[in-house]
């Protein structure tokens, strides 16, 4: 079977004289109780709008008739085999249709109360609401429920179509009892309704056609009211919120990726990237073809070069700096909870807001909803298809705005094995209140410094580099707000190996020693980075066993031996070719270069800021995967 | 405002499109995108250069039934060039020995054989977590059911019944055990404005879409089961005019759609795009 939706003859040819057509299609969600008359609706009004292809209808009354059925304008839209079985609709369906005005996509929500999550991902797609009631049988639970999902995913615009007014004689009497209670409803929920029309879908009155039948309806038909409908409000006046995505190195260019949630980004501003408060300020775009824009607005994917290089990652909010978003761990939220296994406290869960992923978990439940009676419910668990006030605590610090102060950086979804399960608007920031005993863990420590610990082992020929790719990873670390610190062969040299010498048991003492301290850092917290000559691979092999119970990357700073004797800082290799230095590595003693280093750099080909690239990519991907296994 | 601030319609769908490959690209290990020289796949490949700043940093992959039209061949050899791809061919030689073909076996049959049995090798074959492809939800009611993000089980089966939630920009981020998920930067597109970007941006294809002698092909696909439609549009113009007044469905000229009542529905659920 073969449909598409596609713009009427009518519609298109109005469209062609009147060049200021709304172009952008406008989104609509048709909810309302199951049986109600949400499918009926839909195919009504593709029916009335001239929106359905040459044959369709022809079609599907055939095939009606050859299984012996009446033919129902639902069916139009239920072409699974499985929905016309069960008679509802099991999915979002997106329909387009066009009206003289503009183009939309409708969305027929299912109105089972199992299928709430596709409802969900409908209605936060859409820009306005229809929402169905029957007149025969007035608001029942799914009535509610709908609307109090409609008032947290933010969808303000509303007309409720009081359906199936032809099996109540047209009562205008029916008609205004379940406008008086509704709207009552709907009031306690901050919503209103823009219009209550009363119709009869199956019949197409008041759809697009005024129905004779109900003359004392003097409002809107369905298709006058849709066309009075808003897009919602263009962001582009708010503060900048730019959620980094990835960071592209594909070429000589480092480009900071990601789309404009709201306000607007040029080259020139300045910004700073949280959680972590490093600036840099924007140099170029980098489009492609080009020309580059001059201003990427609200929903603009953007690909930024920074003129001063810090270290940026996924997940952090690029802000201007006299208008940034909150930084915290704690806050106040109100979820609805769609997962089959109920929400409960003190258990990990995946929070995704925007690009951010961290771990998080319900510190307290206040309050748990029934959505439809909008009653309080007691219980420790939070049940499926309901909604309620918590506490949220993350491990890591997040950045996000209050729901009512930029509804976009102000929501999260919460994740469970791959899965969304939830959805919740930030109400307000809490102070964090830990409130543990005892021994202080690895894993809480992970959660104060935001990332697991992690020891970089460089390793190569004096003159190498090691040193200064060493101090340029950790100040960027360090801007980053994360955990580090450097222990430096030399340095060691000078205080706790004062007693050592350069033969091989001597050596591998120092490689002994240096590991120790850097173990000591890691267990702190600490992103340790050793630079140590360590010439021997068993030595080298004895510290990553000792160090095992932490990541461990071995970075092999590479150069030929005769470009290091060349730059020779320290005028080391002079001294040591003069015979004035026993036992040099290089020189007098041997390198063994490691064979399978986590990082290899050779300093002789690539750029500083590349070797430090390469540095913290590894390291980034090492911390991601241990980042899977904290704890709280 | 200047031109390059423009808000209109087109730009919105590309800007959203960039953002689902570029989220795509952060979220899985290993990224595929099928391509079947196609104008939605033509297009894809434009939004996927736009959204990785010139070069597409993963494979395409196109699935040859053998049965293309020489016209595409020809159109696949000079766009890998134009745009840099990274190209993987797969035939299923197997079928073709077995005398799998148009001439004694049905449509679905060897739609089966010849794409989605290959299409399952290639993914055994180089595990990829995510395939890119060019869906569009007003294509097919099985369509409109569909999500930015779609798992799909180690089987390519697709639990249509059972999907995750989508919203507020957050998507399914990681596959079933042992399957992939299918990203679909197209969905909100419609065909028409698929066309009218193809015009705006100049995007390079296939001549097969203009009319040649009062007929041309809507919707391209294996050549015996491929047929064009009466038309006189010839150029892009003419092809966008001729949509806005059409009430044909686009795939009306694709034979395999049509066999069964449910054949789409079918293909789908086994693994077929």
């Known amino acids: ?632 | 405002m200047s031109r390059n601030a423009q808000n209109d319609h087109l730009t919105r769908l590309e800007q959203t499109s960039i953002h689902v490959f570029r989220e795509a690209f952060a979220n899985f290990r290993s990224v595929c995108m099928p391509w079947s020289m196609g104008k939605d796949s033509n297009v894809l490949i434009w939004l996927a250069r736009k959204a990785f700043c010139g070069k597409i940093p993963f494979p395409l992959l196109h699935i040859d039934t053998t049965y293309e039209f020489p016209e595409m061949y020809e159109f696949r050899e000079k766009a890998k060039v134009i745009h840099g791809i990274d190209l993987i061919v797969r035939v299923n030689e197997d079928a073709i020995r077995r005398g799998i073909g148009y001439a004694t076996h049905d449509p679905v049959t060897v739609t089966h054989e010849l794409k989605t049995v290959p299409f399952k090798a290639a993914i055994d074959e180089f595990k990829w977590d995510a395939l890119v492809t060019g869906i569009r939800r007003d294509e097919d009611p099985t369509r409109a059911k569909e999500r930015w993000f779609s798992p799909r089980s180690a089987e390519g089966n697709w639990d249509y019944k059972d999907q995750p939630p989508e919203f507020w920009g957050q998507f399914a981020s990681s596959a079933p055990e042992g399957g992939h998920v299918r990203v679909q930067p197209l969905l909100e597109w419609t065909e028409l404005d698929i066309w009218e970007y193809i015009r705006r941006e100049n995007i390079p294809n296939p001549t097969l879409y203009f009319a040649r002698n009062g007929k041309r092909f809507r919707s391209l696909g294996c050549h015996p089961i491929t047929h064009p439609v009466d038309s006189p549009a010839s150029n892009i113009d003419e092809v966008i005019e001729e949509l806005k007044l059409t009430k044909i469905s686009e795939r009306a000229g694709r034979a395999q759609d049509h066999v069964g009542r449910n054949s789409m529905q079918e293909l789908r659920a086994k693994g077929f795009m």
């Open chain 1, 1 to 632: 079977m073969s449909t598409a939706f596609h713009s009427n003859p009518a519609a298109a040819q109005a469209a062609n004289k009147a060049a200021a057509e709304d172009q952008r299609k406008m989104h609509v969600v048709v909810v309302g109780h199951v049986d109600h008359g949400k499918s009926t609706f839909v195919g009504r009004l593709l029916n009335d709008t001239d929106s359905l292809p040459n044959g369709k209808i022809e079609q599907v009354r055939k095939n009606c008739a050859a299984e012996g059925m009446e033919f129902e304008y639902a069916f139009l839209l239920d072409a699974l085999i499985e929905e016309q079985e069960q008679n509802i609709t099991i999915d979002t369906t997106r329909i387009f249709f066009r009206t003289q005005q503009r183009a939309y996509a409708i969305i027929d929500a299912p109105g089972h109360k199992e299928f709430l999550k596709n409802m969900v991902t409908g209605a936060a797609s859409a820009s306005a609401a229809l929402l169905l009631i029957d007149a025969k049988e007035g608001v029942m639970d799914q009535s509610r429920r709908h609307a109090f999902l409609l008032s947290l995913l933010g969808v303000k615009q509303l007309v409720v179509l009081v359906n199936k007014m032809d099996l109540v004689e047209h009562s205008q009497a029916t008609y205004e009892k379940i406008r008086t209670e509704y709207a009552a409803f709907l009031k306690s929920l901050g919503l209103t309704a823009v219009h209550f029309i009363p119709i009869a879908a199956k019949h197409g009155e008041n759809i697009v056609q005024r129905s004779a039948k109900m003359p004392w309806w003097t409002g809107p038909t369905v298709t006058e009211a849709l066309d009075a409908f808003r897009h919602e409000d263009d962001l582009t006046g708010l503060p900048l919120r730019l959620p980094v995505s990835d960071i592209y190195r594909f070429d000589h260019r480092r480009i900071v990726a990601g789309r404009v949630e709201a306000g607007a980004i040029r080259p020139g501003d300045e910004l700073i990237f949280q959680p972590g408060g490093r600036r840099s300020t924007v140099r170029t775009f980098e489009d492609w073809p080009g020309p580059s824009r001059e201003v990427v607005g609200t929903g603009g994917s953007a690909s930024v070069t920074l003129s001063e290089q810090i270290f940026v990652e996924r997940g952090q909010v690029a802000a201007h700096p006299s208008n940034q978003p909150r930084v915290g761990r704690e806050f106040r939220a109100r979820i609805f909870w769609l997962g089959k296994e109920p929400l409960v406290p003190n258990k990990t869960y995946k929070l995704r807001l925007l690009t951010q992923n961290v771990e998080a978990v319900i510190a307290k439940i206040e309050k748990i909803t029934d959505a439809s009676t909008l009653e309080s419910i007691q219980a420790n668990s939070v049940p499926r298809d309901s909604i309620c006030e918590v506490i949220v605590r993350t491990t890591r610090p997040v950045a996000f705005d209050l729901h009512h102060e930029c509804a976009i950086t102000g929501r999260f979804a919460l994740e469970e094995a791959g899965r969304i399960h939830g959805g919740g608007i930030i109400l307000d920031a809490r102070k964090e209140q830990d409130v543990r005993e005892g021994k202080v863990t690895a894993a809480e420590r992970s959660a104060r410094s935001g990332h697991a610990p992690a020891v970089l082992w460089f390793t190569g020929l004096s003159g190498s580099g090691k040193s200064t790719i060493a101090e340029l990873v950790e100040r960027r670390l360090f801007d980053a707000g994360r955990q580090v610190f450097r222990v430096d062969g030399d340095d060691l040299r000078t205080a706790l190996n004062r007693d050592l010498g350069f033969s091989a048991a001597d050596r591998a003492e120092s490689v002994r020693r240096a590991s120790a301290v850097a173990g000591l850092f890691a267990n702190a917290g600490h992103i340790s980075l050793v630079t140590l000559i360590a010439p021997l691979a068993a030595d080298r092999a004895k510290a990553r066993a000792a160090l095992s119970n932490h990541a461990f990357i071995e970075v092999f700073v590479d150069a030929p031996l005769d470009v290091c004797e060349q730059r020779d800082v320290k005028g080391l290799y002079a001294k040591a070719r003069r015979g004035e230095i026993a036992e040099f590595t290089g020189i007098s003693s041997p390198y063994e270069a490691p064979e399978s280093p986590e990082v290899h750099i050779r300093t002789d080909k690539l750029t500083t800021d590349q070797a430090v690239d390469l540095v913290l990519d590894a390291l980034d991907k090492v911390l991601r995967s241990k980042a899977e296994d904290w704890e709280v």
